[in-house]
């Protein structure tokens, strides 16, 4: 098996140099729970080079429903090492590796990334990640969800800290939702990868009305 035949698709999209480029780029994935399993499962397989997998909690049985990448023989596995295990079964040309610790114990190892990917559901720390982001001059994209609404954000200039930093936790959240949030992320994260356009320092947020009905709003970000 050749990279041309496993990303034929994609090469037919935007060409084998484009493919080719995409094998010398690193991500970082914080978190591996709901929008951490739908980014691993959809970049995983894209032909990105090297992925870094951050997460110190275990799989619960209560996870399994919405994060996509675990089974019920992964229960009480650090979850880390379980997405990088599925990444690697899938893909023979992508190197991922696992961080079982928290984002304050990674960002003290110093590696350098193409784009951060934040998978948390911890306000503080995707402010923590902001400023780390920052400081490393790493582009990085926020996603969160909530019941049936999610938000993303690829982040560059814009000021994180509008965010009300609190310690609100979801009502509940839909599994539907997760994978729809994951995968706008997961197809900003390749675009900007690849060399494509995209729109930076600008809020998605998607939610389902009354009547049911899709409705994404876009905000514009303020600079830091």
């Known amino acids: 098996m050749t990279p041309e035949e496993y990303f034929n698709r994609q090469i037919q999209l935007w060409g084998g140099e484009a493919q080719k480029a995409l094998q010398t780029k690193r991500i970082a994935i914080i978190g591996s729970g709901g929008l951490g399993s739908t980014l691993a499962q959809a970049l995983g397989t894209s032909g990105i080079g090297e992925i870094h997998i951050v997460d110190f ?3 619960s049985i209560h996870n399994i429903h919405r994060q996509i ?3 019920l023989e992964d229960e009480g596995q650090n979850k880390a090492k379980a997405v990088a295990k599925l990444i690697e079964s899938k893909n023979p040309f ?3 590796v696992a961080f079982d610790m928290d984002f304050k114990a990674f960002k003290e190892k110093g590696n350098m990334y193409d784009l951060i990917l934040d998978a948390t559901d911890n306000l ?3 402010g923590d990640i902001d400023k780390y982001a920052k400081e490393t001059k790493i582009p990085w994209i926020y996603a969160s969800v909530e019941e049936f609404n ?3 954000c690829f982040f560059e200039e814009s ?3 509008v965010f009300n930093i609190s310690d609100h936790k979801p009502g509940g959240i839909a599994a539907p939702i997760v994978m729809h949030i994951g995968s706008l992320q997961a197809n900003l994260a390749l675009r900007y990868l690849v060399g ?3 729109v930076k320092d600008k809020l998605y947020y998607l939610y389902f009305n009354d009547e049911g009905e899709l409705v994404t709003q876009k ?4 600079k830091a």
């Open 219 to 222: 905000f514009g970000m303020p």
């Open 57 to 59: 909690d275990t799989v």
């Open 196 to 198: 494509e356009p995209v």
């Open 69 to 71: 990448a675990f089974t």
């Open 159 to 161: 000021n994180f800290q």
């Open 94 to 96: 992508v190197k991922a």
């Open 124 to 126: 503080p720390v995707r």
């Open 150 to 152: 999610g938000q993303v």
